[in-house]
């Protein structure tokens, strides 16, 4: 069994990349990462879901929404800034313009209508998390702590240097045992190189994914516009290889009405957090900013 996704292997109905909860074979969360142009717009109705859209590389980026317009100022890409995003309520129909580049729109099933928000990027947090070589930048678009206004999304990006390792220590959200929280979540993942303002083609990281009951032990190499599912188990770490800083966008839905983005540690490892306290970040992080890329290299 496996839940990885190679880019492209899920493009449809005009987008790169789409995954919904009956093509993931789950029941909330899902992607869809559309590249826009002149002549190729995007346009789509959130029937049953909510949404979050968030350029990855695309400036100036015209959302209309059941026809009331706003524009997204955007980025020239994942590794160069910190972007500005709209939240979309259930039931919406959208168009989105852009002279050129990708934008993604991070769904959830949901059934409580809320109000359409636009936030400014100098208004999303940036957090440090972990030390080390598990230092990582986690850009909270839409997470319970940072956004309040939907009903059962949560969106994060994170960035982590190269040669360092994210998701660590590994951990789970899939409500077996005594883990509380259920959240299926998607990793969509944009591989850089040192100075790249985007995705880039030659670079690789690595994903591991292993069950509680053991059926699945898998890692993967990922490379730029892969996507992995996450439905159950302990996952992590991510690896990006030195000179090659990794990427990733982070959708989470599940049953639960108040939304949270708690987890279970591997408790194999759980002393790894613990051993954080004799060491000191990574002094590249963070890596961006809403103001562009950070120049502590």
Known sequence: MTWYRPAGSTAAEGADTLIT???????YS????????????????????????????????????????????????????????????VGSTVRLEAASGEVAVC???????????????????????????????????ATPDSFHGAHKINVCEVITPGGNWSSWPPH????IGDCATTNEEIYYFRMGREDSAHGDPVGSGLFRVYTVDGSVDETVSVRDGDTYLVPQGYHGPTVAPPEYPM????????????????????????????????????PRLPMTTASGRSERR
């Open 172 to 175: 789970r959200h899939d409500g």
């Open 247 to 282: 990427y990733f966008l982070n959708v989470l839905a599940g049953p639960a009405e108040d939304r949270s983005m708690a987890f279970c540690d591997d408790p194999s490892h759980h002393w790894i957090r613990e051993s954080w306290a004799d060491q000191v970040p990574d």
């Open 107 to 141: 769904t959830a099933r949901a059934s409580q209508r809320h109000p359409l928000v636009h936030r400014r990027a100098d208004e999303v947090p940036v957090e440090v998390r972990g030390a080390g070589l598990a230092s990582r930048q986690v850009t909270n678009i």
């Open 21 to 27: 909860p009956e093509t993931a074979g789950w029941a």
């Open 30 to 89: 899902g992607l869809r990462v559309y590249t826009l142009g002149p002549g190729r717009p995007a346009a789509f109705t959130l029937t049953v879901e909510e949404g979050v859209i968030v350029p990855l590389s695309a400036r100036d980026v015209t959302v209309d929404v059941d026809g009331e317009s706003l524009v997204l100022a955007g980025r020239d890409g994942v590794f160069a800034a910190v972007s500005d995003w709209v939240y979309v309520p």
